[in-house]
Every structure is written in structure tokens, then in C-alpha cells.
């Protein structure tokens, strides 16, 4: 999978993203990590990118000149790799001419979950464009995003670490970025449910003993206590998932005697 970041603040992706699980899939080249300098792509002396906004107001707005130039120079390059001549047996379109998404960093988007993640790593390459000051110019938006996303409903300084995070949660799902493959299946939000508690050895600590179920041995039991306790800690730390949970008639019946 490729990624391709349009930001002011390389550097800050690049840096974000090289430790652990996903430096280890880009040195193995499982995923590709190309930052674009927007600033290489103006045309000012300065080589200035933003300037005052039409009818006036606070702050400054990035100009759409470099923001499109900065695009199309990853348009090209995703061309050239997947070889824009080729032909295909079959009807579908050719991978170089199916149109990248290009996902924007806005509050103003759709706000980030885990089936966008999953929807976002079926993607061969994906476009992160990061904002800052105030905003992009419109037109720039209008030519060449195809999804605004947002990673919660807070106001940051720029798009580079919502880019970031939606890099973090779409790599883990790619095939050999996990070591253990199972792992992303079995975990938070699986059935819409919160994950339960993990505990390792010694098996006390600090006056504190491990559930002693999970050290009976007893695999059925053990899973009958991690389901309850997801079913706990969703009910009560995050309700407004309960409304899509997938529910087993057992897990029902559990629900319906902790409400009493
Ligand atoms: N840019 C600024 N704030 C943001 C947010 N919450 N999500 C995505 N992009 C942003």
C-alpha cells in the first residue's frame, strides 16, 4: 500500500511514523511512505503559499496553485508506477486510471472510525492532504478531494497528525503488517464491542491478583468471561455502541441480568 502526504511539515510525517509496527512494514516495504512538500510546488519568490483571504477576516488560507501542483506531481508519480500504458484483459478499469482518493483533514469531515479504516486499506494508493493556517482555498478542495475526514470533533493546528492517525489505524489492517494475523480481528470494535482486560505476569502485583479464570486453564470459560467482560465495559463506557453491537441470545441474557 502507498501512502502519499501532501503537507507543509514533512519532516513531522516521516519522523511520526518510522518507529515500530509501521517503520518495521515500510522497511519491508509492505507499506510506502512518500511525503510531498507543498512549499517545493510554489511559485512565489518566497516561495510563499498562503496568503490573505478574499473579503477579508483572520489568519491566512493556503493558495490552490501549490496545493494542485503539489497533487498532480503524486498523480504522475502513481501513473509512472503503475504504468499508465498498460492494458487489461478484462473490462475493468486499469489500475493507473482508476482515480486515487484523496482524503482532506477537516473538522468539517466525516468523522474517523474503524469500517472507514477498513474501507480505506482495501485502497492501493491514498492521498493525505494536510491543511494549516485557516484552510485551503476552495477551488483547490473542489478539484481534488474526494473525502474530508475528521478525527474527532476538536479543532487542531493542521492535518499532519489526523494524517497520521488514519495512516496508524489503515496500515495495521494490511495484510503482513501484524505479526500475528489474527490480531486485528479479535480486538476493540469486533462486533462493535470494547476489548477486554489484558494481564500478563506475575500474577499479583502490588496486592493485586489476576482473575483467577484466567489462570484456571480453562479455554470456555476464559472466553465466556473476556465476552462479559466486553459487554461491561461497553455498557458502560461507551452505551451509544450498544445500538449495533452483534449480540449472541447468551450475551442477551447476560445483559438483561447485570440491568437488574
Ligand atoms: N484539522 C484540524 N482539526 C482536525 C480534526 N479534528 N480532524 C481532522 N483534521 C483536522
Redesign the pocket.
Known amino acids: 500500500m502507498n501512502f502519499y502526504v501532501l503537507t507543509l511539515f514533512p519532516e513531522m510525517i516521516r519522523q511520526g511514523l518510522s518507529a515500530s509496527i509501521i517503520g518495521r512494514a515500510m522497511e519491508k516495504g509492505i507499506l510506502q511512505l512518500n511525503t510531498v512538500d507543498i512549499r517545493e510546488f510554489s511559485e512565489n519568490k518566497h516561495n510563499r503559499v498562503d496568503d490573505y483571504p478574499y473579503g477579508g477576516g483572520a489568519g491566512m488560507v493556503m493558495a490552490a496553485g501549490p496545493v494542485v501542483r503539489a497533487f498532480r506531481s503524486v498523480k504522475d508519480q502513481i501513473a509512472v508506477s503503475s504504468g499508465s500504458n498498460e492494458s487489461t484483459v478484462s473490462n475493468e478499469t486499469p489500475v493507473s486510471e482508476k482515480t486515487p482518493r484523496v482524503v482532506y483533514?477537516?473538522?468539517q469531515?466525516k468523522v474517523f472510525n474503524q469500517s472507514m479504516a477498513e474501507d480505506f486499506a482495501k485502497e492501493e494508493n491514498l492521498i493525505f492532504l494536510c491543511?494549516h493556517y485557516e484552510g485551503i482555498d476552495e477551488r483547490a478542495l473542489e478539484m481534488i478531494v474526494t473525502d474530508n475526514?475528521?478525527?474527532?470533533?476538536?479543532?487542531?493546528?493542521?492535518?499532519e497528525l489526523?494524517s497520521m492517525v488514519m495512516i496508524d489505524a489503515i496500515s495495521r489492517l494490511v495484510p503482513g503488517v501484524l505479526n500475528n494475523d489474527t490480531s486485528a480481528e479479535f480486538e476493540t470494535f469486533q462486533d462493535n464491542l470494547l476489548e477486554y482486560p489484558q494481564y500478563t505476569r506475575p500474577d499479583e502485583f502490588e496486592g493485586r491478583k489476576v482473575p483467577e479464570v484466567l489462570l484456571s486453564g480453562h479455554h470456555g470459560k476464559v472466553e465466556e468471561w473476556r465476552r462479559q467482560q466486553s459487554l461491561l465495559r461497553t455498557v458502560k463506557n461507551r452505551p451509544d455502541l450498544m445500538e449495533k453491537a452483534i449480540l449472541s441470545e447468551k450475551d442477551k441474557s447476560y445483559l438483561s441480568k447485570i440491568k437488574q
Open positions: 483533514l477537516t473538522p469531515g491543511g475526514v475528521s478525527i474527532g470533533d476538536y479543532v487542531l493546528t493542521g492535518g489526523p
